[in-house]
């Protein structure tokens, strides 16, 4: 059974920098794709960057520009790097993994086969 384990959250202040990380066990991580999401309270899980197996990236529209997706194939772990946070950027992030390299609608989280538990980031003004 897959097993995904996020880190990295925390208490920062706005403007500042965050880099989460997940590592994946028990899935075949460089054919896998993989995604961030994020949940706030009372909103809904909503899409903050994928990656393919062929190491593209793409990203909602709160992401751009300021957050990086990536991934180390040797450590079965993949970050995402996230600058300028400010506190709309506040929630439980999420680490998603699917088998299929490839995603389409990548944005989706029902296409996502793992989840991990996530770790909250909060961004103080």
């Known amino acids: 059974q897959a097993q995904l384990l996020e880190s990295g959250g925390g208490s920062v202040q706005s403007g500042g920098s965050v880099r989460l990380s997940c590592v994946a066990s028990?899935?075949?991580?460089?054919?896998?794709?993989w995604g961030w999401f994020r949940q706030a309270p009372g909103k809904e899980r909503e899409f903050v960057a994928h990656?393919?197996?062929?190491?593209?990236?793409w990203y909602g529209d709160s992401a751009k520009d300021r957050f990086t997706i990536s991934r180390n194939n040797a450590e079965n772990t993949v970050y995402l790097q996230m600058n300028q946070l400010g506190p709309e950027d506040t929630a439980t992030y999420y680490c998603?993994?699917?088998?299929?390299?490839?995603?389409?609608?990548?944005?989706?989280?029902?296409?996502?086969?793992?989840w991990g538990q996530g770790t909250q980031v909060t961004v103080s003004s």
């Open positions: 028990d899935v075949t991580f460089e054919t896998s794709a």
């Open positions: 990656i393919t197996k062929g190491n593209n990236g």
């Open positions: 998603a993994g699917a088998s299929s390299g490839r995603l389409w609608p990548y944005w989706q989280p029902s296409k996502y086969d793992w």
